[in-house]
Structures are given as C-alpha cells and as structure tokens.
C-alpha cells in the first residue's frame, strides 16, 4: 500500500509520530511517505499518490487541525480511506467516525494501524468505520528520520545567544499519574510503555548525525520510569558526551527522585519542564497534581542547586480561578526569578474540557459547566468571576500582540503583570528592573509550545 502519513503539530519538533509508524510500516513492505503541515505546504500531489491516509493527532491542537487537513481529504479523494491516530484521535469519534474517517486509533497505535492498512492491502477494507482504544504492545521500531524535512527547520535550544539544532525522542508512552485535566488517563489510564533503550539510543545516534546538538526527551513524564530513564541517559552521555537534553515530569517526582539530579545535571540537562499549572492549593487539589505551592517553589530551588531551570507550563484559567490567584502567580513568577523561564502564553491557557475528561464527574465542575462545543474539541465552561473571563481575553491579546512585536520577555512579563494588577484594582508597581539574569541567556526551546 501506498501510505500517507500527515503530522500538523508536534510541539514545534521533527514529529516522531510519523517518523515511528513510518519505520512499522515500511519493515511490514509498504511505501511511506510523510507530510508535516507544520513546516510544509499542502501537497495535493501526495494526497494523489496516497492509497491511504493517517493523520497523527498526538494533543489537542493537532488534532483541530488533523480534522481540517481530514476535510481537504475527503474533499479531494472521498474514496481514500483515512485514519486518526494518536492521544486524541477518539475524541469526538461518534462525529467524526463515518462522515469524516474511518478508522480511530489511540494509546499504543501502532499494532493497530498496522493490521489495518495490512487488511486494505488485501483487500478486505471493513464495511463501517471504527474505533479503538489500544495498551498492548511489544515491539518498537528506530523511528525513520530520513522521511522528514531537516532538523533546521524545526525549534532550536537557545541558550545565550547561541542556537542549537534539536532533536526530539520518546523513552516512554503514557503517564501512570492520572491528573484530572490531562487527557492521558483517559486514554492509559495509569499505563505507561517503555521504549527499550537500545532503540532510543539508536533514535539519538540518527538525530546525531542529521545535526542534533540537544535532545529533547519527549515522554509525557521522563520520571514515570525513573530507573529505565537513567540507563537511557547513561548511555547517551557515554556515546555522546557533549550532548545537552532537557525532559518534562512533575513536581511531584522531582522531589521523590531528587537523589538522581546531580547526575543528570553532569549528564548534560539543562532545563527541565514541569506543569506547575496555578499557586492555588484547592484548584492543584481538584487537579488531582500531587504537588502543592510550596512543593512547587522547592522544585525550583532544588533544581538550580544542581544548575538545572525549570521551565513551568501554567494552566492559570480554570472556573474556579480569582482574579486574585493571578496576581498571586504572576508575583510567584517573580518571586522564584522565574520571569525568563516562562514562555509567555502561559499566562492565557484556559482549561480544556475534552469528552473523556476526569474533571467532568468532579461536582465543583458542575455549576459552571457548559454545552460541549464540537468546534474546540471542548466543553464550555464560565469563571465564577465573569471579570476572569474578560481578563483571559485580554492577557490573549497582549500577549500575542507582544510575541508578534518582538517584545522582551522582561518587558511582557510586566506588561502581563500591569493588566493583572487592573483587574484585581491595585496599583501598578513601580517599572522598575527586573533582577539582573532573570530574563536573558537561560536555556530554551525557539518555539513556545502549548497543548
């Protein structure tokens, strides 16, 4: 079979999630290609070529746009089969499954979307579409990274003024934590899969040679096999000792594991994202995040002890947020000197509320909660305080304004700050400086990222 495989978003890197089905597919005798509408244009000669197609929808943006490239499709070739695959693929299934695809496929999709373009090639295309849910799995290929355009093309680490092409792996799939919000335990629930380290290590040795000076672990969590992530880490910085990497976990397992960050830290980590999310004990409680405030603030300071940022994500807009809890963040922001580590569209996430959600059976949801809006890929839902919303909107505009201007990180985070303070009716601060080294020179990634 012919197969076109289609990325849309990845979180700005060279998507894995073509490169890996791409390697299972071509070891089982099919032809691949790969399309990634984040830094390609719309190619109708490979939408031609296709006999069938795949869209990977791995976060929720992605599948938005999965949806609309799965429109153009269907418009061109209403007889190509087509595929959703990938975290989010189930969502909004019982609207998309039949007029639109007709195969989903989430959790551990490779097995899956393997027997079923297995099943074309032989002529035995299914009558009616179908869903799938999928944990098993047992085999995972070196990811084929020839198929996509270069590294050059996608983020870079910043650091000073120095930019560095970057890579992108998975040493695991799924989470075992299951916060309300995240839409991973709606699909894992609980599960994880880690990806054995000789193939990560021959992922990294690829992206070596195509120009990769740091690496990105892309795992949901890095910590939910904190052993089976040293050994990986170990042998890339024995094979490759003067390469960087950063990785995601929460706070919570940053201090449970605290012992293992000088050697990472030595092994070349340079940052570390975690999902802070707000600086209110009751809503990170109804989050179900493990971690509280002060957790969060320790997290910080035990990570700089050993030379390594934290680089939060906030989810500062929920229902029960006060105007009052975002003055509290931004000076929090402030007050652990974290005003360039914060990529600025941080400061406007609202909650997403997909079909599946856990927080849809939590009861202090329900007074707020409104129809689901198959548009967003989301249920509706109002602030206690319409002043919220209306303050949402406004850090939106001033912040996207701000990042399409150029402005200094320094200079939004007070300008974000100034219109935090109008809203709760205080007094601006002075301008002022900000502490020497708190927004220039830290390590990051070129492109901010959100779900």
């Known amino acids: 079979m012919q197969v076109l495989l289609v990325s849309t978003y990845e979180l700005g890197r060279q998507p894995v999630h073509l490169a890996s089905p791409a390697a299972a597919l071509r070891r089982r005798g099919h032809q691949v290609r790969c399309l990634d509408l984040a830094v390609q244009a719309w190619d109708p000669e490979a939408v031609a070529w296709a006999e069938v197609v795949a869209l990977s929808v791995p976060m929720h943006t992605a599948m938005r746009l999965g949806l609309a490239a799965a429109r153009i499709v269907r418009r061109e070739r209403p007889e190509l089969p087509i595929c959703l695959y990938g975290l989010y693929a189930a969502v909004s299934s019982e609207r998309t499954l039949g007029p639109l695809v007709d195969r989903v496929i ?30 098993g799995r047992s085999r995972f290929e070196v990811p084929v990274r020839e198929l996509l355009p270069p590294l050059e093309r996608y983020a870079h680490l910043a650091i000073g003024a120095e930019q560095r092409p970057v890579g992108g792996v998975e040493a695991s799939h799924g989470c075992a934590s299951r916060c309300r919000h995240c839409p991973l335990p709606t699909v894992y629930d609980g599960r994880f899969r880690a990806v054995g380290a000789d193939i990560v290590l021959a992922d990294i040795a690829h992206l070596v040679a195509a120009g990769a000076c740091h690496i990105t672990f892309a795992d949901p969590d890095f910590l939910n ?7 990986v880490v170990r042998a890339m910085h024995r094979r490759f000792p003067e390469l960087t990497f950063d990785c995601t976990t929460k706070v919570e397992l940053i201090l449970r594991h605290r012992g293992i960050w000088p050697e990472l830290a030595a092994s070349g980590c340079l940052f570390v994202v975690s999902a802070l999310e707000c600086v209110d004990d009751a809503v990170l409680a109804r989050l179900d ?8 603030a320790e997290a910080v300071a035990l990570l700089r002890a050993h030379g390594i940022e934290l680089r939060p994500s906030f989810l500062p807009f929920t229902p029960w947020t006060t105007v009052e809890d975002m003055v509290e963040l931004v000076d929090f922001v402030a007050a652990n000197d974290l005003v360039g580590n914060v990529d600025p569209v941080h400061y406007t996430i609202r909650l997403l509320l997909p079909e599946g959600s856990l927080l849809l059976d939590h009861p202090d949801l329900a007074p707020h909660l409104g129809p689901y809006d198959p548009e967003r890929l989301s249920y509706t839902w109002s602030a206690a305080d319409p002043e919220v919303d209306r303050l949402q909107v406004e850090l939106t505009a001033l912040v996207e304004a701000g990042v399409a201007a150029g402005q200094a990180p320094g200079d939004l985070y007070l300008a974000v700050r100034a219109a935090v303070r109008r809203a709760a009716g205080l007094t601006p601060f002075p301008r002022g400086l900000l502490p020497a080294g708190s927004t220039e020179g830290r390590p990051r990634l070129t492109e901010p990222w959100f779900c």
């Not at 393997?114 to 849910?133: H, I, K, P």
């Not at 995040?289 to 969060?296: I, Q, W």
């Open 106 to 135: 989430a959790g551990e999709y490779e097995p899956e979307l393997l027997s079923w373009v297995d099943a074309l090639a032989e002529g035995s295309r299914r009558d009616g579409a179908e869903a799938t849910v999928a944990y």
């Open 225 to 231: 096999g904190a052993q089976h992530s040293l050994r």
């Open 289 to 296: 995040k493990g971690h509280t405030v002060a957790d969060a």
